[in-house]
């Protein structure tokens, strides 16, 4: 039981958080729906997912914490983490801007970074899914539900974080060499700063 507690206050968490950017923002929510493909000639869908979407979020968090409901919380996640995958799947654009929840400015991101933290949260709805159906009548005390928040809260900042944490390491990655060599002229590391000082040179 432990697990599972510890699975559904994970997604309650990202449910949640997510649902707080949209709600703190849904001016720029609505301009990001406008941009996805699939939505950018259906004002009518766009209308419906401005309003439904933090709304789900946010009933899927408190069910995923209420025994009595949270088996049915768990299979009613896959399919919204779903249709964000085929959104975002689908679109044509390259990269997105992140929500700017931890750089405070929005970054643009590419799609795959997206896609795949997307993908790894249907992972672990799948599998609290499969835990809650192995698991029947599974129940947790108002405490155990607390303190799976209290855990599983950082774990799914950083999730949603996910894909600017990927692009930042991917720069970085990129730009190694240049900053090793930079690094070796700065501290008389590289080849004509060891040359000059062996003797007889």
Not at 78 to 107: I, M, Q, T, W, Y
Not at 178 to 183: G, H, L, M, S, Y
């Amino acid at each position: 039981m432990a697990v599972l507690v510890l699975l559904n206050g994970f997604l309650a968490c990202v449910f949640a958080e997510s649902a707080y950017h949209k709600l703190r923002d849904m001016g720029a929510f609505g301009a990001a729906l406008a941009d996805y493909r699939l939505l950018r000639a259906r004002p009518g869908a766009r209308r419906v997912a401005r309003a439904a979407t933090p709304a789900a979020e946010l009933v899927l968090a408190g069910a995923l914490l209420t025994p009595a409901v949270a088996t049915a919380a768990t299979y009613a996640a896959a399919p919204l983490l779903v249709l964000f995958l085929v959104l975002l799947v689908s679109d044509d654009r390259p990269a997105f801007d992140n929500c700017g929840c931890a750089s405070k400015e929005p970054v643009p991101v590419p799609r795959s970074a997206f896609s795949l933290r997307t993908a790894l949260l249907l992972v672990v709805a799948l599998t609290a899914a499969w835990w809650a159906t192995a698991q029947p009548g599974a129940a947790w005390t108002l405490p155990a539900a607390a303190l799976a928040v209290a855990v599983a809260f950082p774990l799914a900042h950083v999730a949603l974080e996910l894909p600017l944490i990927m692009h930042i390491h991917e720069v970085e990655r990129r730009h190694l060499p240049e900053r090793v060599r930079q690094a070796r002229r700065v501290y008389g590391l590289d080849g004509d700063a060891v040359a000059e000082r062996q003797p007889g040179r």
